[in-house]
Structures are given as structure tokens and as C-alpha cells.
């Protein structure tokens, strides 16, 4: 039987990324201290790798494709191919940045602040190749975690990543500029792209966590309405697509069901029953395919 090999990030993204499975349909079970996943796809052969290697190990054909990092292949330099864009991380549906931040007090207020400053982070290489094209001197240190606390002592400023930036500044640390924005990305070794079954298998993949993601955002709507209440309720009611209407037993009735944006939610529902909506459903979905 043919395999995928699949590379699965460790660490941060390791929990968001089997939630996010398990909505597209792939049911992973970690056992404590293995570093290989089951999965209920005998087709796929799946290991959990560091999203800060993972580009490395795609890119030499130790895996066919994984999940990683943007700023990770940019790191690495990996020459990968990129299936598809999955913007989600760990705590949020949200890209990641990578950013300047220095101590409240700093006197650093822009990028060109660092000429001759060190400079502690984990992204060294984009973060060199970042000054260097602006011309900007500094020491860029490699840190092996913690990076928050380096600053003052052990570094002027720091290049680490947020979401919310609230590490930062429980660390009393601000932002001075973000130097980039990371997407979450499925990537697959070139080879392995070339062949049609795995080709198949990681598009097939990647539509599922593709829907998963928009589903994560958006709840279904049912209702019943009375056909002269339709136009009411259809004027104040958004949509993916035109919602469905469906005639019922009762003449007099229809069936409206929709997909909308879970944030307009709570305000959408009271306006859909002074319109005339009644025995009105909200429920969840996994996966919205386009």
C-alpha cells in the first residue's frame, strides 16, 4: 500500500493542529513519549517534528509534506512546494508576527535604533538578511528560549514571535515594528509532489483543512418562516451563498437555512424574530467547502 508521509508539528502548533485534524476528518492519537501519531488513514504515515525543521526535512525527502511556519521556510531557505495557505495558530485563527520589541524604557523607537545593538531571537538568518537590506549593523544572537527576558542584560532588543503580544508585555516589553506576518503552511517535497497519487492525496488534504478552518468561524442557521414573512426575513439575513429555502408540510411555511459568520450571530438572531423567523436552530459545522 502506498504511504504519506506526514509531518506533523511538535510543540506549539501540536494541539491546534490535531483539533484541526479532527474537524477535517483525520482522527490523530498521540501516545505519551512517541514521536509517531496514529491516524486513522492507512494511507498516511505520520511523525511530529519541530515546525522550526520541518521545511528541512520535507525539502530532503524525509517526509512528502508536513506543516510549518512561513518564517520557518523563509529560515531554512527550503526549497518546498507550497500546497495550500492554513491560517490558524496556536491560541487563534489568526498569522502569527514576528516583531522588534525592547524594554518600556528603551531608547529604541524604529529599526534603524539597532545600528550596533545585539539582538537575541530564534529567526537569526531572516532576521540578518532583514538589516542587512536596510544597511543596519547589529549582532544577532541565537536564543534558545526564554527570549523575553534577555533584554537588558543579555540583549538591547529582541526579534520574537505573538499572536496577542501579551507575553510581551507581561515582560514589560514593547513593540517597535513587526518585521513579518506567518501563516501556517502544508508543504511537500517536490518529488513527491511530482507523483499523482500523493499529488492527490495532499490536494485532497488540504480542501478538508481548508474547509475546517472556514467552518471555524461559522455556524448554520435554521429556521421556519411564513412565506409572507419571507422577504422580511431574507432582507435582513447574510449568507455564504443565497440561503435554501424549502417549501414544508404546511403551505403557509418554508424552511430557510443558511451559513453565516458566528460573530453576527448574536445580534442577527433577535432581528430574525421580530422579522417573523420562528423555531430558530444554530448549530456547528466542521468543514465549509467551496
Not at 503552511?185 to 500523493?198: E, G, H, R, V, Y
Not at 453565516?260 to 448549530?283: N, Q, S
Request: charged letters at 25%; glycine letters at 4%.
Amino acid at each position: 500500500m502506498s504511504k504519506l508521509k506526514l509531518g506533523l508539528p511538535k510543540g506549539s502548533l501540536q494541539e491546534s493542529t490535531i483539533k484541526l485534524f479532527g474537524k477535517a476528518g483525520y482522527k490523530v492519537s498521540i501516545s505519551a513519549r512517541s514521536y509517531y501519531p496514529r491516524i486513522n488513514d492507512p494511507e498516511m504515515e505520520a511523525m511530529l517534528v519541530r515546525a522550526q525543521e520541518m521545511a528541512v526535512y520535507v525539502q530532503n525527502g524525509a517526509l512528502d509534506a508536513g506543516l510549518t511556519g512561513l518564517d520557518w521556510i523563509m529560515e531554512q531557505k527550503a526549497e518546498v512546494v507550497e500546497v495550500a495557505e492554513l491560517t490558524y495558530s496556536k491560541v487563534s485563527m489568526r498569522p502569527v508576527r514576528w516583531v522588534v520589541a525592547v524594554p518600556e524604557d528603551s531608547d529604541i523607537r524604529s529599526v534603524a535604533d539597532l545600528q550596533g545593538k545585539r539582538i537575541s531571537t530564534e529567526l537569526v538568518n531572516f532576521t540578518k538578511e532583514y538589516l542587512a537590506r536596510r544597511n543596519i549593523q547589529a549582532e544577532v544572537l541565537f536564543s534558545w528560549g526564554a527570549t523575553e527576558v534577555k533584554p537588558p542584560h543579555l540583549a538591547d532588543a529582541i526579534v520574537e514571535v505573538t499572536e496577542t503580544g501579551s507575553s510581551l508585555r507581561a515582560n514589560n516589553l514593547r513593540i517597535v515594528e513587526t518585521l513579518l506576518e506567518s501563516r501556517t503552511k502544508l508543504i511537500a517535497n517536490t518529488a513527491s509532489w511530482q507523483d499523482p497519487w500523493k499529488r492527490q492525496k495532499l490536494e485532497n488534504l488540504a480542501c478538508l483543512l481548508q474547509g475546517a478552518i472556514l467552518a471555524e468561524e461559522k455556524v448554520g442557521l435554521k429556521m421556519n418562516v411564513k412565506k409572507d414573512d419571507l422577504s422580511k426575513v431574507l432582507a435582513v439575513l447574510p449568507a455564504l451563498q443565497s440561503p435554501t429555502v424549502s417549501n414544508m408540510t404546511d403551505e403557509e411555511w418554508v424552511d430557510v437555512d443558511t451559513v453565516i459568520d458566528e460573530r453576527v450571530v448574536r445580534d442577527l438572531i433577535p432581528e430574525l424574530k421580530r422579522a417573523g423567523a420562528t423555531g430558530i436552530v444554530e448549530y456547528p459545522l466542521n468543514k465549509v467547502i467551496w
